[in-house]
């Protein structure tokens, strides 16, 4: 693990709850994102907290740099406010998800947890309601990847990746097994060159396939 914030007292809380895991490791300590982007071509943490508003270099910017490098770690923001409008920024810079940074220490080291491995790390409900809120003022541009590589079934669990579905509920909903639902994902990720399914669930929004406001499919 990497901490990137500004505050000496925030890095130290969130160091000492990570080290108290078995399981969980704080190799640096960074207090910009000039550092942070330094550090994690140093160290190659597995994982990134990173604020999102630090002096010199905000966390977006630094999350943006490591994703255009190829830096394989996972990045986690850090944000005081629920639904932060730059969250939004990030995640399509290449984090992987954002944390409130009240979150209870135990919810921090899962999240952790969930995001080394790969998984999703917004809940559901916080996912909805963010993706709701800033996909209708996604900027302009060229035009998004398209979706023509994905088959019928992969374009289904896309949508409900997109509503902030888990394996779990997709599989339910679409009578598969959850390690079927984990292979479309991964197709879906391998085919469209996404990182993971936050950015997946971007890229639904982006191209018009899931629209704000709209109800699961089947729901």
Same mark, same amino acid.
């Given at each position: 693990m990497l901490i990137?914030?500004?505050?000496?007292?925030?890095? &130290?809380?969130?160091?000492?709850?990570i080290d108290s895991r078995d399981d969980l490791e704080v190799v640096g300590e960074a207090g910009d994102g000039v550092q942070a982007v330094a550090l994690a071509g140093q160290l190659h943490p597995d994982v990134i907290l990173m604020d999102v508003r630090m002096p010199r270099m905000d966390g977006i910017e630094a999350a943006r740099q490591l994703a255009a490098t190829g830096h394989p770690a996972r990045i986690i923001m850090l944000t005081t406010f629920d639904l932060d409008e730059p969250v939004f920024a990030a995640l399509r810079a290449g984090a992987s998800g954002f944390l409130l940074k009240d979150t209870r220490p135990?919810?921090? &080291? &899962? &999240?952790?947890?969930?995001?080394a491995a790969g998984e999703a790390l917004l809940a559901p409900t916080v996912t909805r309601r963010l993706l709701d809120r800033f996909a209708p003022e996604l900027p302009g541009g060229s035009p998004p990847p398209s979706l023509e590589p994905l088959s019928t079934r992969e374009i289904e669990v896309l949508k409900l990746v997109a509503r902030a579905l888990s394996n779990d509920e997709i599989a339910e909903r679409l009578t598969l097994s959850r390690a079927t639902v984990k292979t479309h994902l991964s197709a879906i990720l391998f085919k469209l060159g996404l990182r993971d399914r936050v950015q997946a669930a971007v890229l639904a929004y982006e191209t018009g396939l899931v629209r704000p406001g709209t109800a699961p499919p089947g729901g």
């Open positions: 990137a914030d500004d505050q000496e007292l925030v890095r &130290a809380g969130f160091s000492m709850i135990d919810d921090l &080291a &899962a &999240a952790i947890r969930v995001v």
